[in-house]
């Protein structure tokens, strides 16, 4: 005669292997979703710093345009790696970090081309 076993408690043991398996996806997704966060934060200010640095170029703010571009980087929280002026275009980089990764963004602003 074949012995019929009980399948008690295997409702729990499923459960329990859903639970850590959502909790090793989430550890794993976190960083990736740091890491998204702090490219789009560069690229935010990348753009504000090469329009900030625009407007001192084309002399609607006062200032000079890259010490401009640092002080705007900055304050959104990562470095100026460069700033090239030309005439009214004014290009930058920036980069910041997080998690032991770096992420970098540019940005070009100026004056919108003429019809």
């Known amino acids: 005669m074949i012995a019929v076993r009980s399948d008690r408690g295997s409702g729990s043991a499923l459960v329990v292997a859903l639970v850590a398996a959502v909790v090793v996806l989430t550890a794993a997704v976190l960083p990736l979703g740091r890491v998204l966060a702090a490219r789009a934060q560069a690229a935010g200010a990348a753009d504000a710093a090469a329009l900030a640095a625009a407007d001192a170029a084309s002399g609607r703010h006062p200032g000079f345009p890259c010490e401009l571009a ?46």
Do not use: K
């Not at 460069?82 to 770096?102: H, M, P």
């Open 70 to 115: 640092a002080a705007v980087a900055s304050a959104n929280g990562v470095e100026l790696d460069s700033c090239e002026v030309d005439g009214l275009i004014v290009t930058v980089a920036t980069s910041g970090g997080i998690l032991g990764f770096t992420v970098a963004a540019r940005a070009t602003a100026g004056p919108p081309d003429s019809p």
